[in-house]
């Protein structure tokens, strides 16, 4: 196996300072991509079969709480992988019944682990996990590049996600076009075969030039036709821009530099141009197709030094805005993101990059635009035996709970990769349920994105059941502004009303039917016990109405 000093999730030191050891996500992707992966890692995610759901230990409701108090608003999220099969689909060429079956159990994980997220790669390599005018079927889902798989596998993750009331981000790769550099290898039909003079080999690898505009708008428009086409929650890019360098390798843009770079004093100044108008661009046109849908990208966890940059951070590993032309301050401060994931992939007290001292970084750059924070966790880490703590990313959570809220909020974590959460590595995820997850979490508001006029729902009553306690409750608003889900609220006994900020009272949130009438069972509802019950209207960005009148059961 070949360890890649820059991969995204290892910090390459600076000389003189002590070097982080493990496999880096990149590296994971390398291996997996020799078909060694599950080996070499010793990963155990067990049959993806529906009947052997992920049984991941979940804490009863009611238990009784420790540690940090709950929250009631934070995003909770995992990484469904499809690149080289990482998660999902778990090989090419399963039937559309398998994969359906397997995007089923990633659900139930996220429901079991009490998630309110994904983020789901549905074009992994300059491909498509949905019938796309502009692009291939991915290989990925057939073993095949360019056949139909027999289904649209995004409109069936939005629709199951949906269900579930589980926010759907689509995840892409904007430049990768193929994980090897052979272009005859892909359809005739690709854009890349038709446009070569688009594409560039590098480190074994094809990539659009990012330098081209029409290479560029070709992109945009394949993002931008999922965009319009499906009801995304959101669009979100990982920390691939320009290629992690390899050693020996020269990244081949020099004509088109001389082509496109007049005003540039170097070759580096302008390709962190063509990042950042890229960026701008994809976030200014994802507004004008659907304003609601979120914009948000994981870059690398260290933008820069402040060694090399009296802004940048405590830290003396690889700097995104130098190895991937990546600034990605300049792309919060410019508010040109809804959300900033960094990947801070590294254990609490790292010396070259400590998760402790990035993450207060990280909230004071957010806060200068309002975007929200939420933390990228190296959850495999645990699984490979880098973090020998089992309480690391629990106490993640903890630190990330404590960052100055008058600075800006950590508003959630987001886990890499699915297959690691179920296989609760050294029991890290049952701590971070016991801990941290005991109650579900509204995704947290976003209100520059809109607050749509909700009315307050009628809780009209709630009685015994043999599955617990059956609510009903009337969406009395006019269609046009219906509520896209519900959160439900109980407390013990006979109450006039219910504190809805106690994150203790929340017990779940329920996507709305489409109709009037609402019908929920409360199963986790106790035989002989009193309750109260109250019910708020949720828009599609999580904005909440006042609550319903109670009922008592």
């Known amino acids: 196996m070949t360890h890649h000093p820059t991969d995204p999730d290892e910090a390459t030191p600076v000389p003189g300072t002590p070097t982080p050891s493990g496999l880096g996500r990149r590296g994971f992707l390398t291996l997996a991509t020799a078909g060694v992966a599950a080996s070499t890692l010793s990963v155990t995610i067990g049959s993806l079969s529906p009947a052997a759901a992920a049984t991941a230990p979940v804490p009863a409701t009611g238990a009784a709480p420790s540690g940090p108090l709950p929250r009631k608003r934070e995003l909770r999220a995992m990484w469904i992988s499809s690149v080289v099969n990482i998660d999902w689909p778990s090989a090419a060429g399963l039937s559309a019944e398998q994969q359906k079956a397997e995007y089923l159990h990633w659900l139930d994980v996220a429901q079991q682990h009490r998630l309110n997220a994904v983020f789901v790669q549905v074009r992994p390599t300059a491909d498509a996990f949905w019938p796309s005018p502009h692009e291939p079927w991915s290989q990925y889902l057939t073993g095949a590049q360019g056949k139909d798989p027999g289904y649209d596998p995004l409109a069936f993750v939005v629709e199951e996600s949906h269900k579930r009331n589980i926010e759907i981000h689509a995840w892409y790769n904007p430049y990768r076009v193929s994980m090897q550099a052979d272009p005859a290898q892909l359809v005739p039909e690709h854009p890349a075969r038709r446009h070569p003079e688009w594409v560039w080999a590098y480190g074994g690898k094809l990539y659009f030039d990012p330098g081209l505009p029409e290479a560029q708008e070709h992109i945009q428009r394949a993002i931008l036709h999922s965009v319009e086409n ?7 890019f990982d920390d691939y821009f320009y290629p992690y360098a390899v050693a020996g390798q020269t990244i081949p843009d020099a004509h088109t530099y001389a ?20 960026v701008q661009s994809i976030s200014q046109r994802i507004k004008q197709v659907k304003p609601w849908v979120k914009f948000g990208i994981s870059p690398f966890g260290i933008w820069r030094n402040a060694s090399t940059d009296p802004r940048g951070s405590a830290t003396s590993g690889s700097q995104s805005y130098d190895m991937q032309f990546a600034d990605t301050r300049k792309w919060v401060t410019e508010g040109w993101l809804d959300y900033i994931n960094p990947q801070i992939y590294w254990q609490i007290g790292l010396a070259v990059a400590d998760y402790a001292r990035l993450v207060p970084w990280w909230a004071e750059v957010a806060a200068q635009s309002g975007t929200q924070l939420f933390v990228g966790e190296a959850l495999y880490k645990v699984t490979s035996g880098v973090f020998t703590d089992p309480a690391e990313m629990s106490n993640h959570l903890t630190f990330t709970q404590q960052v100055d809220a008058e600075v800006a909020p950590v508003l959630g974590n987001v886990y890499f990769s699915a297959k690691h959460v179920p296989a609760d590595p050294q029991g890290s995820m049952t701590r971070v349920l016991e801990d941290h997850y005991r109650h579900p979490a509204l995704v947290p508001a976003m209100p520059r994105l809109g607050v749509s006029p909700l009315r307050v729902p009628v809780l009209a009553n709630a009685r015994r059941v043999p599955e617990g306690v059956r609510l009903h409750w009337n969406d009395t608003g006019p269609r046009r502004t219906r509520a896209t889900s519900f959160a439900v609220y109980r407390v013990e006994g006979d109450a006039r009303h219910i504190d809805i900020e106690d994150a203790t009272h929340l017990v779940a949130t329920v996507r709305t039917s489409g109709h009037v009438v609402q019908d929920w069972v409360d199963e986790t509802a106790l035989t002989g016990r009193r309750y109260t019950y109250a019910v708020t209207a949720l828009d599609r960005l999580w904005n909440e109405s006042r609550p319903s009148g109670v009922r008592r059961v």
């Open 259 to 278: 082509t496109h770079g007049a005003g540039f004093a170097t070759v580096e100044d302008w390709r962190r141009h063509n990042v950042d108008t890229f």
């Open 230 to 236: 499906y009801d995304l929650d959101g669009v979100h």
